[in-house]
């Protein structure tokens, strides 16, 4: 149909809820390529729960504002990691 969702329904664009793109774990680069595709989404959500998260935001960073929130599905086992993660992402002024 080459439509939004919107139009079919018949609903108006202002009083449609904003929905969020997932972005998922990746390399610097693809995590870069994904943000830029996803540019018409107003808040992109972001997988995390590894090793390389703050990469994962420096890189979204470097390409976007977007309003971010996060997903880490148990990926922060240890309790200090997991508070200082999010004391870092507060600073990032992310949404949790």
Do not use: H
């Not at 972005?23 to 693809?30: C, F, K, L, R, S």
């Not at 996803?38 to 590894?50: C, D, N, P, S, Y």
């Not at 997991?82 to 949790?96: P, R, S, V």
């Amino acid at each position: 149909m080459n439509q939004p969702w919107y139009k079919i329904w018949g609903f108006s664009a202002e009083k449609t809820p904003v929905t969020s793109i997932t972005i998922g774990i990746d390399t610097p680069e693809v995590v870069k390529q994904k943000v830029k595709e996803a540019a018409e989404f107003k808040i992109l959500k972001v997988k995390l729960g590894r090793d390389t998260d703050k990469e994962m935001i420096e890189s979204i960073r470097a390409v976007s504002a977007v309003p971010l929130c996060v997903d880490v599905n148990q990926g922060w086992k240890d309790r200090k990691e997991a508070l200082d993660m999010i004391f870092w992402l507060k600073e990032k002024e992310l949404n949790m």
